[in-house]
Every structure is written in structure tokens, then in C-alpha cells.
């Protein structure tokens, strides 16, 4: 798998898609030029398109390896997390405002993206959680190996019983 680990192995495609056709259906409307319910609603959409192909480039190049400094599970579930609340309230705006069945098919498949978006934040949500737990383990051990005080040399560092129950 070309992005294996990702958090944007998951969800990619099927974002991809429903943010270009509510995009579409939200352009071909009848009052396009006259409605803004219309405009906001293509400037989220085409927007939210533009950032997940803005991540899936960063995963896919690599990108996120070369600053390391930076939590990028993070900084992805925070701007998937604005994205979800801007097409939410794009996708309700123009289902409130919208005089023909082309916006109505439009907000859905906004609708349809947004699910698609807490699927992409729950994942990437797991992933920095996960590796908050493993920068926590291996700080731990190089304390231990370091001969710490607190830590008998040769023994294995304490883990924390309520992230780990199986710990003795």
C-alpha cells in the first residue's frame, strides 16, 4: 500500500469525490449568481477539496517525515475538525436557501463529505493518539536505559495501569 499508516489512506477517495460533486451540483444551480448560500457553499467545498489534496500530497511525498518536530496527526485532525464544522454549516446554509432540486442534490453530497471528513478524524484522531502513547513508552525506556533515578538498572520502566491494564 502506497500510504500505508496514513491517516488519509482511508478516507482519500471517497472525500475527494463527494467534495467535487457537491461543488459541481453547487455551480450548475439556478441562482448561482444571485444566491449567496450558492457561493459559500462552492468556496467550502472546492476549499475543503483543495486541503484534503493539499494532505493526501503530503502524505504521499513524504513530506510529513521531513519536519519532525511537528505532530502532523495532529495538525491534520485539527484542520480536518474546521473542515467538518465549514462544510456542516455550508451544507445546512444552502439546504435552507435552496430553490431547486440541484441544491438540494448539492447539500447532500456536502452532507455525505462531512461524514466522510469525521470518518478521516476519527482515524487521524487514533493515529496521533497511538503515537502519543509510543513517544510516552520510548521517553520511558531511554530514562530507564539512562540509569534515571527512580529506575533499577535493568528493569523494565513502569507503565501507566489505566493506559495499560495488562501492566504489572
Known amino acids: 500500500p502506497l500510504l500505508q499508516g ?12 463527494l467534495c467535487f460533486m457537491a461543488f459541481l451540483l453547487s455551480e450548475i444551480g439556478s441562482c448561482f449568481w444571485t444566491c449567496g448560500a450558492y457561493n459559500f457553499f462552492s468556496f467550502v467545498t ?17 513530506g510529513y517525515m521531513k519536519i519532525s518536530r511537528v505532530c502532523w496527526e495532529k495538525v491534520d ?20 436557501q435552496a430553490f431547486d432540486d440541484t441544491g438540494s442534490a448539492a447539500a447532500a453530497f456536502g452532507f455525505l463529505a462531512t461524514i466522510s471528513f469525521i470518518a478521516g478524524a476519527y482515524v487521524t484522531w487514533k493515529l496521533w493518539k497511538e503515537g502519543q502513547e509510543k513517544v510516552r513508552i520510548a521517553k520511558l525506556e531511554a530514562q530507564a ?5 527512580g529506575f533499577e538498572q535493568g528493569s523494565p520502566p513502569p507503565y501507566d495501569s489505566a493506559i495499560n491494564p495488562n501492566a504489572i
Open 6 to 17: 496514513s491517516p488519509t489512506a482511508v478516507s482519500v477517495s471517497p472525500v475527494q469525490f
Open 46 to 62: 472546492i476549499t475543503s477539496l483543495l486541503y484534503e489534496l493539499w494532505t493526501f500530497l503530503w502524505y504521499l511525498t513524504h
Open 77 to 96: 485532525f485539527i484542520g480536518t475538525c474546521v473542515v467538518i464544522g465549514l462544510n456542516l454549516l455550508a451544507s445546512i446554509i444552502l439546504v435552507a
Open 145 to 149: 536505559a539512562a540509569g534515571s533515578p
